[in-house]
């Protein structure tokens, strides 16, 4: 079984920035695909960016691309969301999710797919 607990939301400007953190409990971290959610209130979940689990490869929705930069650190068990330029649109609650060792890339996009969830980090823009 593996526990997501996420932590590094809050308010910020318009403009500003905010790393959120996503730390894994048990074993296999490095095998397993990381990413990030995001649900805003009266709208659908969706796919944020992901890491790979042995390239690093990522992949990042377009409304976040260029601004949102995803990491990993295998021997802290820890993903990283760097998120620059926050727009009022990027308010929502973020969630961490891992797989468990079987997803394969042209899946990535789909929340369901994925086995560990988070409680969540709530990230409000707002001036």
């Known amino acids: 079984q593996v526990q997501l607990v996420e932590s590094g939301g809050g308010l910020v400007q318009p403009g500003g920035s905010l790393r959120l953190s996503c730390t894994a409990s048990?074993?296999?971290?490095?095998?397993?695909?990381m990413g990030w959610f995001r649900q805003a209130p009266g709208k659908e979940r969706e796919f944020v960016s992901v890491i790979m689990r042995s390239s690093g490869t990522t992949y990042y929705a377009d409304s976040v691309k260029g601004r949102f930069t995803i990491s990993r650190d295998n021997t802290k068990k820890t993903v990283y969301l760097q998120m620059n330029s926050l727009k009022p649109e990027d308010t929502a609650a973020y969630y961490c999710?891992?797989?468990?060792?079987?997803?394969?890339?042209?899946?990535?996009?789909?929340?369901?797919?994925?086995?560990?969830w988070g409680q969540g980090t709530q990230v409000t823009v707002n001036s």
């Open positions: 999710v891992a797989d468990n060792g079987r997803l394969i890339v042209s899946s990535i996009w789909a929340g369901e797919n994925y086995d560990y």
């Open positions: 048990g074993s296999t971290f490095s095998s397993r695909f």
